[in-house]
């Protein structure tokens, strides 16, 4: 029998069975869709968080005090390792001809107080050229000058958030005055909403000159964090192992273990979210891999139950002078078809329901191919391989064992 | 009647092995069928009619014994070389579950020749429509076997084992679920089919189905009783 020939008869044999087809099929289905939504769902949050993170650029380095392998306390940045004088070394030496800016922060949970109200928030001390290095926008007035910075102004730029719950909603607070820790500040600017990122909310933040935080407001000489950028990103590792030697030096250590702050790129803090969703992504698959293999456990038992109610029909076949290559190829077709059918239902249940699900939790949706290839190749293969067994034992009926078959 | 035999049977012997126990279907059975012949083999309920039908058929092997059909000692044959014998050269016809389920008469007296492979698909229409029209059911081409009655069934069974143009068909019992009016009336298919030169051994337990053929064997527990 040629293959043409044993595709309608399996076509027919499936499309006179429907009920037992689709029983068959819905393991299939539901196995397909759900890898479809997985690996939907895992690759849109990925480009979201990706998309997040590279948008603060491929070129920021951050100095945190502190000793990251030491436990959390010293992680958190609660140590006072990290000098405000480091950075200006790192800014003023010669020695590091890849760094173009460098951006001390300093910063505290406090409450501002103005126009009668006040508000929880966080000040942020930091240098003026930190708002272009975190690509902060300006709504109303204008960010601090290094000048503001060299002064000790005590001037602040606020978070549409602030501006809002001491001003009202939409007002242009420019000019008025706020109380910080009994310090009073002239509002200079209002930043544009950003919108809350994964922990930080830089609506919410006041910004203040880093000389002014330390001095007045704080009374410290340590900084938080140090922010670097970087010229060429290439060297980006380089750079930082002679930050490193370099600040060593400054804090007289030289075992690597006593090491008092920790250096990150936001290269490394990409490539890590990059190994975690990738691991979240894999992992995801393969529950979805799992249930893929139960239906495909349905279809051979469908098969089976099929081949045992079809005995009757198989002995005849043998009569009429069907070989074993012609069963075993008819009942194969069957549960290849079956697979590949209900492998695209499945795929249009998967990509509908990915599109619902990234409606609802608000991650972009991303078509791809290759989840549909791969979801192809797959059934084909359950088809094969779960259909062989089923196939076999009916091409290897005995003819007259099978007529008998009551 | 051609000189030599289509089948040729010499003390066929048939055990079927039950556990420990072992029963002897079949004792020593001994007959040829010559091109043209139409035989009847008769005999009561458990005499060993469909054993030694099946043996013919192919469908099953004898335990002793020698068998020849159409020249060839077939019992060296591989599976899939019976099967091509059962295809090319012997037409079937059983009592019950004659029809593939679910599929039309089209596509049951199509069936042989689609496991035969050398055939187009216009010559299978044509030989579809033709071996119909044998069997006067032109007009149920299209139907399924649930509309069909017990006797048109049998009609189409009898069209599909002619469809192939074997040497041979074998019919068990093929009256055995019908009213003696229907049974008459697919015999005298059978017997136009021997006029024209069809060979044809029928098993029945039926004296006046028996009385169809050209000569009748009458088996006996597992014996040949009475040749006439
Ligand atoms: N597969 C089998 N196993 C054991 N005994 C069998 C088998 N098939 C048939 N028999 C026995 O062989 C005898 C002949 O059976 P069968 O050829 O079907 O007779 P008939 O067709 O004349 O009624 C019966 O006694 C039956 O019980
Ligand atoms: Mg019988």
Known sequence: MNFFDAFNISFLSLRNNQLRTALAMLGIVIGIASVILIISIANGATSSITSEVSSMGSNLIAIMPGNQDKGPAQAMGATK?????DALYLKNSNDFPNISYVAPVVQTSTQAVGNGEDTNTTVMGVSSIFFDMQSIDIDYGDFFSEEDENFYSKVAVIGPDVAADLFGEGADPTGQIIRIKSQLFRVIGITRAKGSSSMINPD?????????AMKIVMGQDYVQMIQLSVTDPNQLDSTISEIKSALMERHSITDEKNIDFSITSSK?????LGNITGILTAMLAGIAGISLLVGGIGVMNIMLVSVTERTKEIGLLKALG???????LQFLIESIV??????IFGMVVGESLSIAASRIIDIPFIFQAYPILLATGVCVTIGVFFGLYPSQRAAKLNPIDALKYE | MGKNPIISLR???KDYNMGDNSYQALKG????????DFVSIMGPSGSGKSTLMNIIGTLDTATEGKYIFNGMDITKYTEDELAQVRNEKIGFVFQSFNLIPRMDVYRNVERPMLYSGKISRSQRRDRVASALKTVSLEDKVNNLSNQLSGGQIQRVAIARALVMDPEIILADEPTGNLDSATSYEVMSFFQELNRQG??????THEQDIAAFGKRTIILKDGLIAEEK
């Open chain 1, 268 to 272: 490394e803090i990409q490539e890590t």
């Open chain 2, 11 to 13: 003390d066929i012997k």
């Open chain 2, 198 to 203: 069809k060979t044809i051994v029928l098993i």
């Open chain 1, 338 to 343: 079956l697979t590949i059918v209900g492998g």
């Open chain 1, 204 to 212: 919410e933040m006041v910004y203040i000159p880093v000389t002014t």
């Open chain 1, 81 to 85: 390792s990290l000098k405000y004088a």
């Open chain 1, 322 to 328: 069907a070989r074993r290559k012609d069963i075993l």
């Open chain 2, 29 to 36: 059975i001994s007959f040829d069928v010559y091109e043209g």
